[in-house]
Nanobody
Framework: QVQLVESGGGSVQSGGSLRLSCVAS????????MGWFRQAPGKEREGVAV???????TYSDFVKGRFTISHDNAKNTLYLQMNSLKPEDTAMYYC??????????????????????WGLGTQVTVSS
């Protein structure tokens, strides 16, 4: 069994920064896809960023250059550094993970219904 617990959400003004964290526990393995998705009210869940066990990462276009994903293997913790936040970044942010090969990172971001493990989410609100 796997648990993903997010933290770090909050309310900031446009242009501000936040850092999200996600601690993974339970049956985790050395090979993985781990990433962040988000869902705004009335909208579908969308992929934000993903990282694999080789530290290769992929970002959705709407966060490129602003967000950075990273993973601390020793702490089994995933991070999302969010800079230059915009009101349209307001959403519930979810940590997600699958263990095994992460060959198609972009595909993984585009298919949240295929993701195996989810956290409960942390709210990010950006005001103008």
């Amino acid at each position: 069994q796997v648990q993903l617990v997010e933290s770090g959400g909050g309310s900031v003004q446009s242009g501000g920064s936040l850092r999200l964290s996600c601690v993974a526990s339970g049956d985790t393995y050395n090979r993985y896809c781990m990433g962040w998705f988000r869902q705004a009210p009335g909208k579908e869940r969308e992929g934000v960023a993903v990282i694999d066990d080789d530290s290769a990462s992929t970002y959705s276009d709407f966060v490129k250059g602003r967000f950075t994903i990273s993973h601390d293997n020793a702490k089994n913790t995933l991070y999302l550094q969010m800079n230059s936040l915009k009101p349209e970044d307001t959403a519930m942010y979810y940590c997600a993970a699958d263990w095994g090969s992460c060959r198609y990172r972009e595909w993984w971001l585009l298919h949240p219904v295929r993701v195996g493990h989810w956290g409960l989410g942390t709210q990010v609100t950006v005001s103008s």
